[in-house]
Every structure is written in structure tokens, then in C-alpha cells.
Nanobody, 127 residues
Framework: QVQLVESGGGLVQAGGSLRLSCAAS????????MAWFRQAPGKEREFVAA????????YHADSVKGRFTISRDNAKNTVTLQMNSLKPEDTAAYYC????????????????????WGQGTQVTVAS
């Protein structure tokens, strides 16, 4: 089992920044690729970004590329999502997830492929 707890969400003005963190406990954190997803009310869960187990490979959705950056610290069992230039359309609940499969974009974007999920943290961007 891997337990994931997100933090760092909140209310921010458009153009502002937020830094989300996900703390992991349980099984070996470094053995998993990690990702962030988001889900707005009435919409499906959407892939945001993923990072390989060593942190050397990253993949960001086109909708956040150049604005969001995923990173991880295996010594601290944490994964972070730095979000800059936020837009109202970024408003959603953000979820951290752990993945043990192949690091391929087609697979990484599927919520059903992930092994563990956090409870989510709300991000609201005001216009």
C-alpha cells in the first residue's frame, strides 16, 4: 500500500502561482512513477503531469506545458507540482497518483492505470 496526501491548494488570482505537494508513505516511493490529475465539477478526471521513478523523465499535458512543472524528491517521499500563470480554467480538484506501469504517454494519461490515489486538494483561480 502507498498512502498519498496532497496539500497546497487554495484560492489564487489569475496569473498567480501555487505549489502543490504530495507526501507518500508506505511501500517504496521511488519504485513508482508519480502523476498529477485534476477534475473540475461535471468533467472527467484529466491528466496534468507525470514523472518517472528517478525524476529524470517528465511528461506534461499540452494544456499546462510551460506553466506547470512536476518534480519529486525521493529522499523526502514527496512529489510537487509548481503551477505558474494560473488561469480560471485551471480550477479543479487536484489529485496525486502512483503508477507502476510503463512510462508511456498513452498509458500515463489513463486514470484507470494508476495504483494509488490521494484524496485531492482544491485549486480555485479567480478571474
Amino acid at each position: 500500500q502507498v498512502q498519498l496526501v496532497e496539500s497546497g491548494g487554495g484560492l489564487v488570482q489569475a496569473g498567480g502561482s501555487l505549489r502543490l505537494s504530495c507526501a507518500a508513505s508506505g511501500r517504496t516511493f521511488s519504485g513508482y512513477a508519480m502523476a498529477w490529475f485534476r477534475q473540475a465539477p461535471g468533467k472527467e478526471r484529466e491528466f496534468v503531469a507525470a514523472i518517472g521513478w528517478s525524476g529524470g523523465v517528465k511528461y506534461h499535458a499540452d494544456s499546462v506545458k510551460g506553466r506547470f512543472t512536476i518534480s519529486r524528491d525521493n529522499a523526502k517521499n514527496t512529489v510537487t507540482l509548481q503551477m505558474n500563470s494560473l488561469k480560471p480554467e485551471d480550477t479543479a480538484a487536484y489529485y496525486c497518483a502512483a503508477y507502476s506501469g510503463s512510462f508511456r504517454p498513452a498509458q500515463l494519461q489513463l486514470p484507470s492505470a494508476y495504483d494509488y490515489w490521494g484524496q485531492g486538494t482544491q485549486v480555485t483561480v479567480a478571474s
